[in-house]
């Protein structure tokens, strides 16, 4: 079931009379049966957009269409939705079974189905064998599936999921992230994912919304966005190690930081903010863009190259080439750039020329 979330502003006034903003006009349709990631920075209004959509905040403005229904005035109960937040919230003195069997109990269902559709819920999960524990008996991990199983329950239409990773530790978190992606293609239901995390999800995502400031930067499959970004905040918020900027400028079809000669560029002549990837950088015999080597670091088949003092105009930057051969702090090094790992910004806006 597609969601669209139209035009929808969130203000949160204060008893002071001041206003926030948390979401600015968002406009946005999430397509049924994938798993979207809503993707920002802390306090950028992903989770008042969660629970716009859950129903327990009304937006300021706006509409939300669940399909062809709206549900802006429909309370959180008659929504079907599964919520399923980073705390894992469940009742601790009941057995993983009554927790998973909790949200059955109001809907008059004959008591030997529920219990058969607990089980195939905690199966899908991987639960199935721990009906009879009580959660403080499971890892963090086997909790939040749990909390998964039992917001699945119901067969809700909509699945959300805030930062619900957090409070796993590393290896958890990427073995439950897995999981969370196997569940939502095996059950087939739109799943909307709350992350502060860009690695986490552009590798679980279908589809990103990134936010900034309660403001869509941009919408697209996670690779397509981190490819070709929008905007200079895009750039900066997707990938690891993150992306490197210099100053520079478009010079009679040139693009050029300093004296050395980036690409060809078509565009008028103007300063701009440059934004090669890390991995973006290649090491060759020809170049006009040299620099020093200040640090190198190996893992792997990678070298990252790590340059403190570029001479050309920048900050220090991270340069990732697979390298043959050692390179040693103090080297002088020509490199080229990869003609798809650069993105050029306009200096005053940030939005790509
Ligand atoms: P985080 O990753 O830290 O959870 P977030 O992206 O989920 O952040 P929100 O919790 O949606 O962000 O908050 C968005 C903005 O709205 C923030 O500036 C926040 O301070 C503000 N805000 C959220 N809830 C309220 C509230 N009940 N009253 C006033 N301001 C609020």
């Known amino acids: 079931m597609e969601i669209t979330l139209q035009n929808v502003t969130k203000v949160f006034q204060s008893k002071k009379a001041e206003e926030t903003v ?83 109990e109001n809907v008059k269902m004959d008591k030997e189905e529920a219990q058969q559709k607990a089980q195939n819920i905690a199966d899908l999960v991987g639960i199935g064998h721990l009906m009879n524990r009580k959660p403080k008996q499971l ?21 959300l999921l805030d930062e619900p990773l957090s409070n796993l530790d590393a290896r958890l978190r990427l073995q439950t992230r897995e999981e969370i992606k196997r569940i939502q293609r095996e059950t087939g239901i739109t799943t909307i994912f709350v992350t502060h995390d860009q690695e986490e999800a552009m590798s679980i995502s279908d589809e990103i919304v990134v936010l900034r400031e309660g403001v869509t930067q941009q ?25 490197n900027f210099f100053d520079g400028r478009i010079e009679n079809g040139r693009l050029m930081i300093g004296d050395a000669n980036i690409a060809k560029y078509e565009g008028e002549d103007q300063e701009v903010k440059i934004g090669i990837r890390p991995e973006g950088f290649r090491i060759v015999e020809r170049s006009s863009f040299k620099v020093t080597v200040d640090l190198v670091e190996t893992i792997g088949r990678d070298t990252t190259l790590i340059i403190e003092k570029p001479n050309a105009e920048g900050e ?13 702090p103090g080297t002088e090094l ?8 650069f993105h050029v910004f306009n200096k005053e806006t940030g939005e790509i020329v």
């Open 334 to 341: 020509k490199l080229s750039v990869r003609p798809t790992k």
């Open 219 to 243: 919408v697209g499959e996670p690779q397509l966005v981190y490819d070709k970004p929008d905007n200079l905040f895009v750039a900066k918020f997707l990938g690891t190690p993150p992306i």
């Open 22 to 104: 948390a979401v600015d006009n968002l406009d946005i349709t999430i397509p049924s049966g994938q798993l979207t990631g809503l993707l920002g920075p802390s306090g950028c209004g992903k989770s008042t957009t969660l629970f716009m959509l859950s129903g327990l905040l009304r937006p300021t403005q706006g509409k939300i269409f669940f399909g062809n229904e709206e549900v802006t005035p429909v309370p959180p109960e008659d929504r079907g939705i599964g919520l399923v937040f980073q705390n894992y919230a469940l009742y601790p003195h009941m057995t993983v079974k009554q927790n998973i069997m909790f949200p059955l």
């Open 139 to 159: 890892s963090g991990g086997q909790q939040q599936r749990v909390a998964i199983a039992r917001a699945l329950v119901k067969e809700p239409r909509v699945l």
């Open 316 to 328: 220090t930057f991270r340069a990732i080439v697979d390298s043959e051969e050692r390179v040693e």
